[in-house]
Nanobody, 119 residues
């Protein structure tokens, strides 16, 4: 069974910072990519940032320069550091882990963690 669990969401004032974490628990799931998405009320889910196992991290234009995505070496754990947060960043943030179980390509989503930016 694969579990994807996010943590680190909180209420923060504009200009503040948060560090979100994602832990993937699975005995046979080989994680190749870890991505962060967000969904604000009434809006579609959108990609925030992603990092493959081999390659360079990427982030969406609306957060570029304000976020840093990373993965712990050898661990199925990743982080999204967000700085200079704005009210428009308020959303539920989801981790999506992509990889393989045996020969099958699969992906799993977490339940999300709430980020609220408000004074």
């Amino acid at each position: 069974q694969v579990q994807v669990v996010e943590s680190g969401g909180d209420l923060v004032q504009p200009g503040g910072s948060l560090r979100l974490s994602c832990v993937v628990s699975a005995s046979r799931f080989r994680v190749y990519a870890m991505n962060w998405h967000r969904q604000a009320p009434g809006k579609q889910r959108e990609l925030v940032a992603g990092i493959p196992t081999h390659g360079y991290p990427e982030s969406a234009d609306f957060v570029k320069g304000r976020v840093a995505i990373s993965r712990d070496s050898g661990e199925n754990m990743g982080h999204l550091q967000m700085n200079d947060l704005k009210p428009a960043d308020t959303a539920v943030y989801y981790c999506r882990a992509g990889g393989t179980i045996g020969d099958a390509m699969v992906e799993y989503w977490g339940q999300g963690t709430q980020v609220t930016v408000s004074s």
